[in-house]
């Protein structure tokens, strides 16, 4: 039997599921931000994620996508048809997609979370709505909390809340915009593999947008990467990490090591002609311990289950990890090998 969160079949080839053409909304200022002639095409039934540095534009997309603003330029199409901002609409959002940011001020703080859920559908069928909340309080792992008060909830708890009252409706598109920066990592984690299991188990297209690579990376099959109001470069989250077009993707994407054209020799790299800088990942450097090196470690950072060594050679630092704890101290002398660069 279909599960009562099926979205509608995907439409004709012809016409792209969610779409924009070349929109623009911009914000004047010291510096102008906003959105600047983007065009992009949204997969249905997949996960995109749009990540960039602060004032990049990457919420503001979000926004447009949604109808909740109006593009000075351009328009946004969702199954062949126009979305309209509230320009033109009283209510603006479309009536297929749903919104989550990283607040939760519209929960009823002291009722209980199946009743902040379930208000939500008419009570036209009383049985229908109850299925319905016990399924969304269950694809969310909430059903022992369904008798708890949200002032009782942790701030990972209410948004999962916020979640299940995201999806109880159906939408076909999730847009989530900054929806962990309140959680404790140890609920981030769980509720990320939740969302991937209710796309894998429904169909549902989610549009995430996270400054967070770690988020990014760990669940999205397609990564945009935004600058300035562009977008710079996108594709398989995999692929732009390994081999990122712009050295603003690498920084981005991971604590790379950058070394300009003057300071790459002391690495044994040689740049090509016309490229200015070098991005070294950390887990491409290998440290082994040399009483005569020519590097030395300056700092050890502990992370957990790695290190980050930090080692310097005539005024260049780098960062290495290392997942052997403690192998290393400050003062140590060391060689290093470089086993992959990006040249930019």
């Not at 709505?129 to 016990?134: A, H, P, V």
């Not at 942790?154 to 109880?168: C, P, Y």
């Not at 159906?170 to 299991?197: A, G, K």
């Amino acid at each position: 039997m279909l599960s009562w969160f099926c979205v509608s079949l995907i439409p004709m080839a012809s016409t792209h599921f969610l779409q924009a053409k070349a929109i623009s909304k911009l914000y004047p200022g010291e510096r102008v931000s906003g959105v600047s002639k983007t065009s992009l095409t949204i997969q249905q039934g997949r996960i995109t994620a749009i990540i960039g540095e602060s004032g990049s534009g990457k919420s503001t997309l979000l926004r447009l996508l949604y109808g909740l603003l109006s593009p000075d330029e351009g328009e946004v199409h969702f199954k062949g048809e126009r979305i309209w901002g509230p320009v033109e609409k009283l209510i603006p959002g479309h009536d297929a997609m749903k919104m989550v940011t990283q607040h939760t001020d519209d929960l009823n703080l002291f009722a209980k979370v199946w009743d902040n859920v379930a208000v939500l559908l008419p009570n036209t069928n009383l049985q229908a709505k109850e299925e319905k909340t016990t399924r969304a309080l269950s694809l969310l792992n909430m059903s022992h909390l369904a008798q708890s008060r949200i002032v009782d909830l942790s701030g990972g708890e209410k948004q999962r809340v916020a979640l299940a009252r995201a999806i109880i409706t159906r939408p076909e598109v999730l847009l989530l915009d900054e929806p962990f920066n309140q959680v404790d990592t140890s609920f981030r984690e769980d509720l990320q593999q939740d969302i991937r299991q209710i796309v894998k188990e429904t169909g549902l297209t989610v549009i995430m947008v996270s400054h967070d690579p770690s988020e990014i990376l760990s669940m999205a099959d397609e990564l945009i990467v935004m600058r300035d109001g562009m977008i710079l470069e996108s594709g398989d989250p995999i692929a732009v990490y390994q081999n990122p077009k712009n050295l603003y993707t690498a920084s981005l994407l991971a604590t790379c090591n950058v070394l300009a054209k003057d300071k790459a020799p002391l690495c044994g790299i040689n740049l090509k002609a016309k490229k200015t800088s070098a991005a070294i990942y950390p887990e491409w450097l290998e440290l082994t311990p040399a009483k005569t090196g020519d590097w030395q470690v300056k700092q050890v950072l502990f992370k957990g289950f790695y290190e980050d060594i930090l080692i310097e050679k005539d005024g260049l630092t780098l960062r290495v990890h290392s997942y052997t704890i403690r192998k290393y101290k400050e003062g140590d002398k060391v060689d290093l090998k470089v086993n992959n660069w990006l040249e930019y």
